[in-house]
């Protein structure tokens, strides 16, 4: 069975720096895009950064030149690295993958979320 672990959420101060981790377990075959994605209270879900199985990166405009997407593939793991965080970043933030499960069927896989709460 597939399991997303995140850890590294936290409070901080504004201006001050974060780093998220993602865990993937139970995989069997590799895993495809994987990235990260935040709610805020009242708000929908919305992406953050996601990266390919070829280091491919996009990213929010919103977080464009502070926030850092990475992965280290032989541990099954991305990684957030969030600077210069703002008010606004306040949110949980999951983590998603897309891994294949089959040679002919990819599965979508959510992390439990981690809070981020940045203070003015």
């Known amino acids: 069975q597939v399991q997303l672990v995140e850890s590294g959420g936290g409070l901080v101060q504004a201006g001050g720096s974060l780093r998220l981790s993602c865990a993937a377990s139970g995989i069997t075959l590799y895993i495809n895009a994987m990235g990260w994605y935040r709610q805020a209270p009242g708000s929908q879900r919305e992406l953050v950064a996601t990266i390919s199985s070829s280091d491919t990166t996009n990213y929010a405009d919103s977080v464009k030149g502070r926030f850092t997407i990475s992965r280290d593939n032989a541990k099954n793991t991305v990684y957030l690295q969030m600077n210069s965080l703002k008010p606004e970043d306040t949110a949980v933030y999951y983590c998603?993958?897309?891994?294949?499960?089959?040679?002919?069927?990819?599965?979508?896989?959510w992390g439990q979320g981690t809070q981020v709460t940045v203070s003015s």
């Open positions: 998603n993958a897309d891994v294949q499960v089959a040679v002919w069927r990819r599965k979508d896989y």
